[in-house]
């Protein structure tokens, strides 16, 4: 079985451009979690959705951040303008129910 | 105090030895608990579950939970280099979301 796809794996981008990651969660699962980890805070919860409605977001940091789940098998976490400090590895999560969270590979962002 | 706190290591174990680690939790309503593995450059993967007090034992990993003391473990038994990682923890609270330590680094030598 296919587990949870995250798209680009890696980006590379400048100080106030708009970065778009990708999140294909494991099909079936009805609620998806979007994470950023680093290595001073950790791994963070910025928002998560549940039957793809969007449950609780307050863990974004702010409007520069935004997610959408149009569907049940695709999610986007959109920052606009990037900023250096949102340079970290951002993972999406599934899981059926609000349980067992199946982890992607990640997305490594670094803005420059 | 942080919901949920892990000592953040490393733990170094020599190789065939039992590898304990510890994970205290705030919130007294918690009621699910996991553990996960992350090695350097990886995501999290889950390797237990535990949702009642005692133990649970799934191959080398025996996961423990203590609810009236707030603490869940985890023990592996006979480790290997391979196990070489960090461990988080995650606690699922009443918010339904999982809150998540910030890991324990495990070092095995052969």
């Known amino acids: 079985d296919a587990g949870v796809i995250q798209s680009p794996r890696h980006e590379v981008t400048e100080m106030g451009q708009e970065v778009t990651l990708r999140c294909k969660p494991i099909?079936?699962?009805?609620?998806l979690f979007w994470y950023r980890q680093t290595m001073m805070r950790g791994l963070e919860l910025l928002i998560y959705f549940n039957n793809n409605v969007p449950i609780d977001d307050s863990g974004m940091p702010e409007d520069r951040f935004s997610a959408k789940m149009p569907n049940a098998s695709f999610s986007t976490l959109k920052i606009q303008p990037s900023e250096p400090r949102d340079s970290a590895v951002y993972f999406c999560a599934s899981s059926l129910g609000l349980d067992e969270q199946y982890f992607g590979p990640g997305t490594r962002l670094t803005v420059t | 105090q942080k919901e949920v706190e892990q000592n953040s290591g490393p733990l170094s174990v020599p190789e065939g030895a039992i590898a304990s680690l510890n994970c205290t939790y705030s919130?007294?309503?918690?009621?699910?608990f996991f553990w996960y593995r992350q090695y350097s450059g990886k995501s999290p993967e889950l390797i237990m579950s535990?949702?009642?007090?005692g133990d649970k034992e799934d191959g080398r990993f025996t996961a423990q939970l203590n609810k009236a003391s707030q603490y869940v473990s985890l023990l592996i038994r006979d480790s290997q280099p391979s196990d070489s990682a960090t461990y988080l923890c995650a606690v699922n609270t009443n918010t339904d979301k999982l809150i998540f330590g910030t890991g324990t680094r495990l070092q095995v030598f052969p």
């Open positions: 919130d007294r309503v918690s009621q699910s």
């Open positions: 535990i949702y009642s007090n």
């Open positions: 099909s079936g699962h009805n609620s």
